[in-house]
């Protein structure tokens, strides 16, 4: 079945990234998962009109960031300051890796989790590591003002890290 | 304190966060689960129109039986049914535009939400005036009765989901005005 070809091979390249696009957007750890769920599910339903028409990345980060601003729009009311119940987790465990480290990632995931979808979304594609074209053509904008939205993101992030170090 | 901040480092860091493995079989369930789902919604609100039509028609004695209360209860529940499909199947097609369309899709789409509380209060009005003059022409008699019992039910029923529903469309307006608000500073592209 194309669909589920399509499908499995965006799990297989984009599960991670989609992992930390519902983190970005979700409130804590069980918010997180259910949006993920959710962007998967949103994007089997979407897969199904698949064409080509753009990269398959501008497809699959396209429906993600939608459905994150679907789940904060229909989530605010519920939103609450971000708690300490997500810590960010590797998968394969380093022997290198100390407390500290995940730490710094747990205070890093919080700090975007207060951006506006408008800087959070180019930030977030830039630390995946997209180029400021490619985060144009996912978000619809053109490269400058992708550009000028990633310097405010990275003081408005600068700031949120400050706050946030012990 | 204002020092550059080091993308290249927290990009590294933020890569770190891998996800855990998605269980397709759990996917599938979830899918056939929602589709269930939606299944049963939409056979109980075919169910529960032609429950309602056959109530009605069958409420309302032969000779009194008007074709405009009929029409009117066929109108009420046919427009509410395919505001409802239409909300359900929009998701979808929208769901792969840019984000700034998205949000101006969505900003439209949750001003049209507080239209479909205006539109189905105006239906309802009208359905109202209709059933109390039938209720007044055959007062006395038990199909009156039933037909203004039935007023009242469908009116609560309607005032409490219109109060739900205007209330969470008023709060998605506002979340997607001040999102489209910013996202449109810098402009977008073409």
Redesign the interface.
């Given at each position: 079945m194309a669909r589920e070809g399509l499908f499995r091979r965006i799990v297989d390249e984009f599960g991670d990234p989609l992992w930390r696009v519902a983190g970005g957007y979700a409130n804590d750890r069980d918010d997180r998962e259910d949006l993920y769920q959710d962007i998967l599910v949103a994007l089997w339903q979407a897969a199904e009109g698949f064409r080509g028409d753009s990269s398959l990345r501008t497809f699959v980060y396209r429906v993600a960031h939608n459905r994150g601003i679907s789940h904060r729009a229909y989530e605010q009311r519920r939103r609450h300051e971000p708690v300490d119940d997500d810590p960010v987790v590797s998968r394969l465990p380093d022997p290198l890796e100390n407390v500290e480290a995940e730490a710094t990632r747990t205070r890093l995931l919080h700090a975007i989790r207060q951006l506006s979808p408008t800087l959070g979304q180019p930030l977030m594609l830039r630390l995946e590591g997209l180029d400021n074209a490619e985060i144009a053509q996912i978000l619809g904008l053109r490269p400058g003002t992708v550009a000028v939205r990633l310097t405010r993101a990275r003081n408005a992030l600068r700031d949120h890290l400050a706050e946030a170090s012990p | 304190?204002?020092e550059?901040?080091d993308?290249e480092t927290?990009?590294a860091?933020?890569?770190?966060?891998?996800?855990?493995?998605?269980d397709?079989d759990a996917?599938r369930s979830?899918?056939r689960r929602?589709n269930r789902s939606t299944t049963w919604v939409v056979a109980a609100e075919i169910v529960v129109t032609a429950l309602l039509v056959a109530w009605t028609v069958g409420a309302v004695p032969g000779p009194s039986r008007s074709p405009l209360l009929i029409a009117w209860m066929w109108t009420y529940w046919a427009v509410a049914t395919s505001l409802a499909w239409w909300n359900r199947f929009g998701q979808?097609r929208?769901?792969?535009?840019?984000?700034?369309?998205?949000?101006r899709v969505?900003l439209a789409r949750?001003r049209a939400k507080i239209r479909v509380v205006r539109i189905v209060a105006g239906l309802f009005a009208a359905q109202a005036v209709f059933v109390l003059a039938y209720g007044a022409r055959v007062s006395g008699s038990g199909a009156g009765g039933s037909a203004v019992a039935f007023l009242v039910a469908s009116g609560l029923g309607t005032a409490l989901w219109g109060w739900w529903y205007h209330g969470r469309a008023r709060?998605?307006v506002s979340?997607?005005e001040a999102?489209c608000a910013?996202?449109e500073?810098?402009?977008?592209?073409?």
């Open positions: - | 304190m204002n550059p901040l993308l927290l990009a860091e933020w890569r770190h966060d891998a996800g855990p493995a998605v397709m996917l979830e899918l929602r979808i929208r769901s792969v535009v840019s984000p700034a369309a998205f949000a969505s949750a709060h998605q979340t997607y999102m910013e996202m500073e810098g402009g977008p592209k073409g």
